[in-house]
């Protein structure tokens, strides 16, 4: 069974920097797509960035380029997302997510983690 578990979110100040944590088991994930996804209160989950896991290409949204990098250690089965220079329209709880092939929407995804909280103060 597919597990995706978040961690390190928090509050931090807006220019301040966080790293979120997924750490991934129950399968293989060679081939899949890892995600995080965000979703602020009354709006919809919305892509963020995303990492091929085989060949480790990136995507990222417009809104996150420059400031979040997201990455994966193999041998942990962990996914990475380090936010640098947030902003408080950031603040959202995040979500890790896998899916077998590359997209941006959140019906393409099969599995999901419960949500980590960041919140980003002005």
């Known amino acids: 069974q597919v597990q995706l578990v978040e961690s390190g979110g928090g509050l931090v100040q807006a220019g301040g920097s966080l790293r979120l944590n997924c750490a991934a088991s129950g399968r293989t994930f060679n081939g899949y797509r890892m995600a995080w996804f965000r979703q602020a209160p009354g709006k919809e989950r919305e892509f963020v960035a995303a990492i091929s896991w085989n060949i480790e290409t990136t995507y990222y949204t417009d809104s996150v380029k420059g400031r979040f990098t997201i990455s994966r250690d193999s041998a942990k089965n962990t996914v990475y997302l380090q936010m640098n220079s947030l902003k408080p329209e950031d603040t959202a709880v995040y979500y890790c997510?896998?899916?077998?092939?590359?997209?941006?929407?959140?019906?393409?995804?099969?599995?999901w983690g419960p949500g980590t909280q960041v919140t980003v103060s002005s």
């Open positions: 997510a896998t899916a077998p092939w590359a997209s941006t929407r959140a019906r393409d995804y099969d599995f």
